[in-house]
Nanobody, 118 residues
Framework: QVQLVESGGGFVQPGGSLRLSCAAS?????????GGWYRQAPGKQRELVAT??????TNYADSVKGRFTISRDNANTIALQMNSLKPEDTAVYYC????????????WGQGTQVTVSS
């Protein structure tokens, strides 16, 4: 079993920045693993924010393109740099690590709260 621990959430005013980090208990963000960030706002379903694969290919939700950047810092850590934050970015942000090939896995962190408000 692998634990994912998010950090870096908090309260920020509109237009501000935050950097989220996801630390894995093992070197899980390897060549076959896709790392991702998802978020869930109150009363809404969890949605994709950004994903990254080992060769550096990234994918972003349209709502965050140009403002958020996902990165793989090392085999244990991925991060999400969030700039120009908006109130609608307020949500609990979750880290995810998924591997489709055998042995497959799908791990989630416990989430970190991001609140954007004036």
């Amino acid at each position: 079993q692998v634990q994912l621990v998010e950090s870096g959430g908090g309260f920020v005013q509109p237009g501000g920045s935050l950097r989220l980090s996801c630390a894995a208990s093992k070197s899980i963000f390897s060549i076959y693993t896709m790392g991702g960030w998802y978020r869930q706002a109150p009363g809404k379903q969890r949605e994709l924010v950004a994903t990254i694969v080992s060769f550096g290919n990234t994918n972003y939700a349209d709502s965050v393109k140009g403002r958020f950047t996902i990165s793989r810092d090392n085999a244990n850590t991925i991060a999400l740099q969030m700039n120009s934050l908006k109130p609608e970015d307020t949500a609990v942000y979750y880290c995810n690590a998924v591997k489709a090939t055998f042995p497959s896995y799908d791990y989630w962190g416990q989430g970190t709260q991001v609140t954007v408000s004036s």
